[in-house]
């Protein structure tokens, strides 16, 4: 909570904004990317795989590609990145039941050079897989990780697929479509309570056939990863 222009309070006391370490920024994101290698080295150690998987979380545009490949969903800043590299379009239809009866909804689908960069990641790993004979397949690995969730929502919203789309307005999940952004004009699409109604990530789990696309990997998880609640 905010006092004044200049203050802010924290554990019972008022602070003068202008005292914040101006490095405040840099020293997090330096504290969260030695969190994230010690993370990948405890569980993938420090060989090959690891390096691998590294340099594909390195690419911006690969496990964007896999989230709305695999998901179905994908952060609203993913899809302005895929959007504006012709890897991802938007397309829109009406909604012909339940309480949004009659409103436009905008869904995404990935474009041929978007299924072809994907391709051509997955061929490069396998090429390398070859090389080091690796008994881990490290993009198959990453698609399983991303198969652990449904979306992540950095506080900004999400874009989702039309079998997304139909399903959660199926269920009337509010968690989902009161997340969904118009990717033209950074608005939501609908004016939901996505905080208040929240179904089972099991009703999800239960209906997986009906909108997530098949894979060699199964899906652990369906939950929508709110990293801006981390701030409450």
């Not at 090429?127 to 449904?150: C, D, G, I, M, W």
Request: one cysteine or more.
């Amino acid at each position: 909570m905010t006092c004044e222009n200049s203050h802010i309070e924290r554990n019972g006391m008022y602070l003068d904004l202008n005292l914040v370490d101006p490095k405040l920024l840099l020293k997090t994101d330096q504290l969260t990317q030695a969190f994230w290698e010690r993370s990948m080295r405890n569980e993938l150690g420090s060989g090959t795989c690891q390096r691998m998987i590294r340099g594909m979380l390195a690419d911006p545009v690969l496990r964007p590609l896999l989230e709305v490949s695999e998901n179905g969903a994908t952060s609203y800043e993913n899809a302005l990145i895929l959007k504006a590299l012709g890897f991802l379009k938007s397309h829109e239809m009406k909604v012909h039941s339940g309480s949004l009866q009659g409103d436009t909804l905008q869904f995404i689908c990935l474009t041929e050079s978007g299924w072809a960069c994907l391709k051509s990641w997955k061929d490069r790993s396998e090429q390398e897989l070859a090389a080091h004979e690796l008994s881990r397949k490290p993009f198959e690995l990453l698609t399983k990780f991303v198969r652990s969730y449904l979306a992540i929502d950095r506080g900004s919203g999400i874009a989702i697929s039309k079998k997304v789309a139909e399903f959660a307005l199926k269920l009337h999940d509010e968690r989902v479509l009161g997340r969904m952004i118009f990717l033209e004009h950074d608005k939501l699409q609908f004016w939901l309570e996505w905080d208040s109604v929240k179904l089972t990530e099991s009703e999800w789990l239960l209906g997986e056939r009906e909108w997530s696309d098949s894979s060699r990997n199964d899906r652990t998880g369906a939950q929508i990863i709110d990293l801006f609640e981390v701030w409450q």
